[in-house]
């Protein structure tokens, strides 16, 4: 028998084999492949999973911001409005000068123009503490190492904060609702949040002796 | 043939232990997955309740008084005091249970010592002074005021409120917020 007829009679064997057991070798690596297949499913499933849960402690860190900006804000609502009851004449004169202001500097002619020039910052700017040149005000946010030596906002992590004062008013300034407005940024956040209290205000004299 | 077939059925053992190596470390890593996310979903819980007993015990604190806040810093003794203990029915503690979870409240009330500077008032005497007119105002700057138990008694109580949730699985943060009562009936 030489080598041609030897590789003839094995061919022939092998056709014998895959007449009688199947196609084995198309089988080969079937289990391999299943398992990696289950396997990246597992995969795909736990990285959705750890995803949405990180998702979800993020959204509870902005939550704690939230809360915690809406707190401070009320806090300063309290102390400005203190200022006011503190300090009632100086607001009220401070911000009918501000309208006046304003009203001559539009150019209404209705309004006599001033006996003395504008005082520059204007008192309403001074009440407020909001003016060029002021970086530290408890309205409008301390200097970080008078904030640190007062221990005013810590352990707070507030960027920034402001408060804006407006009066609504009503029968010639007797009666008025006055508009607090605090604004608060807290640190690594880009949103400004702003928060607005109301309070119905109105005004009685004191008559000398009573 | 026989020699084929002892090499095809090695080969399957081979392949079958490798695949089953493969679906049990497949199979603990998704274990590992689902514990830590079961623990990550417990923790939140328990941070969201944490948030409520925060919202909670501030806005009871915050309601109060300016009077009542400042007679428990003179009962405490000091001008800051950390309050571990209940309060006017207000629940604080180092172990406060809300049904199976456990979190430490505390609240710390403290004299905030504040100033308003630049202060101003109308400068008298103005012979053109009217009253109804502002064009006729003159303003001058007064002496700023400050309210720190020297000059002027304090006048601002600082409110922190912190809540930690304790005796969990894993160590979780402290939620913590702070706010301010003013003396506004005086």
């Given at each position: 028998?030489?080598s ?10 092998r056709?014998d084999?895959?007449v009688?057991?199947g ?13 990696l ?13 750890l995803?949405?849960f ?10 704690l ?15 400005a ?23 001559v ?10 006996s003395?020039?504008?005082?520059n910052?204007?008192?309403?700017q ?7 040149g002021?970086?530290?005000?408890l ?7 008078e ?6 906002s ?9 408060t804006?004062?407006?009066l609504?008013?009503?029968?010639d ?13 807290m ?18 004299r004191?008559?000398p002796?009573? | 043939m ?9 080969i399957?053992?081979i392949?079958i232990?490798?695949?089953?190596l493969?679906?049990?470390t497949?199979t ?6 689902i514990s ?6 417990v ?7 944490a ?8 806005n ?6 300016f ?8 009962s405490?003794?000091g ?11 207000i629940?604080?503690?180092?172990e406060?249970?809300?049904?199976k979870n456990t ?6 009330l ?10 101003m008032?109308?400068?008298?005497p103005?012979?053109a002074?009217?009253?109804a ?6 303003f ?14 304090y006048k ?9 949730p304790?005796g ?5 943060r ?9 003396d506004?009936?005086s």
């Amino acid at each position: 028998m030489n080598s041609h007829d030897k590789m003839q009679v094995s061919g022939n064997e092998r056709a014998d084999e895959t007449v009688k057991y199947g196609d084995n070798s198309r089988r080969n690596g079937m289990a391999l492949v299943i398992v990696l297949a289950f396997s990246s499913i597992l995969l795909v499933l736990g990285v959705v999973y750890l995803r949405t849960f990180s998702q979800s402690t993020h959204i509870s860190g902005l939550q704690l911001d939230q809360i915690q900006a809406e707190f401070f804000a009320r806090g300063m609502q309290n102390i400005a409005t203190f200022k006011i009851k503190r300090f009632p004449d100086f607001f009220l004169r401070a911000y009918r000068y501000h309208v006046y202001q304003n009203r001559v500097n539009a150019g209404d002619t209705d309004v006599s123009p001033p006996s003395n020039p504008f005082p520059n910052p204007s008192p309403f700017q001074k009440f407020t503490g909001a003016y060029p040149g002021r970086t530290n005000d408890l309205l409008q946010h301390m200097h970080p190492t008078e904030d640190s030596t007062l221990g005013f906002s810590t352990p707070l992590k507030v960027a920034t904060w402001s408060t804006s004062f407006n009066l609504r008013s009503a029968e010639d300034f007797n009666r008025a609702f006055i508009e607090i407005d605090v604004y608060v940024q807290m640190e690594g956040r880009d949103l400004v949040s702003q928060y607005r209290m109301s309070l119905d205000a109105s005004q009685t004299r004191k008559l000398p002796g009573s | 043939m026989r020699q084929n077939s002892r090499l095809r059925a090695g080969i399957s053992l081979i392949e079958i232990m490798l695949a089953f190596l493969i679906l049990v470390t497949a199979t603990f890593s998704a274990a590992g997955v689902i514990s830590f996310g079961h623990r990550g979903t417990v923790a939140d819980f328990r941070q969201v309740e944490a948030m409520q007993i925060l919202i909670d015990r501030m806005n009871k604190l915050m309601n109060m008084h300016f009077a009542s806040l400042d007679s428990f810093l003179t009962s405490a003794g000091g001008n800051e005091y950390t309050f571990n203990n209940d309060i006017e029915g207000i629940v604080l503690g180092d172990e406060v249970k809300i049904d199976k979870n456990t979190y430490r409240v505390h609240a710390t009330l403290k004299r905030q010592a504040i100033a308003f500077e630049s202060l101003m008032e109308l400068d008298f005497p103005n012979p053109a002074y009217v009253s109804a007119s502002p064009s006729t105002w003159l303003f001058k700057d007064r002496p700023s005021a400050a309210f720190d138990g020297v000059a002027n008694p304090y006048k601002i109580i600082k409110i922190t409120v912190s809540v930690k949730p304790v005796g969990g699985m894993t160590d979780e943060r402290e939620f913590t917020a702070v706010s301010y009562v003013a003396d506004l009936e005086s």
